[in-house]
């Protein structure tokens, strides 16, 4: 059997749909953030994942070239990847986390950077969210996993 990548598979297309993406998930994190559905921190998305998993409609796991051999987040990441498989949530790997923290607005209000490594895309309290733009980046993850490709990995467009 030849696994072929989802680029491979989608032909001429796959740059524009992998733009296409991108731009749907900047969109889904611009309109999550001000309904206060975004969790952002590595243990913090720990936390949010043991108490309401249900919850969570999507988990982005970031990196840029110089953490990709960090262990103890890659240990990290293994977990959370483990746990979303189990419950269901999709999973994408950003590359850009300069970009994420731009739309995220990556600082504390002390000053302090966020760690952006994990972020968590929730449901608004009182509703279940019904976003095109989420149903695109969703309709992209469980096209991947067809693939065999369990997290995609897109890169947000500077």
Known sequence: MCNMTFEETSGE??????DSVAKALEEVLSSALPQGCITVGVYEAAKSLNVDPDNVVLCLLATDEEQVEDVA???HFTLIQAFCCENDINILRVSNMRR???ILGGVKPGGEPMDMHCVLVTNPQLTTWKDPALSKVNLFCRDSRILDQWVPIINLPD
């Open 73 to 75: 987040l890659q240990i």
């Open 100 to 102: 994420l923290a731009e």
């Open 13 to 18: 297309n796959s740059t524009e749909r992998m």
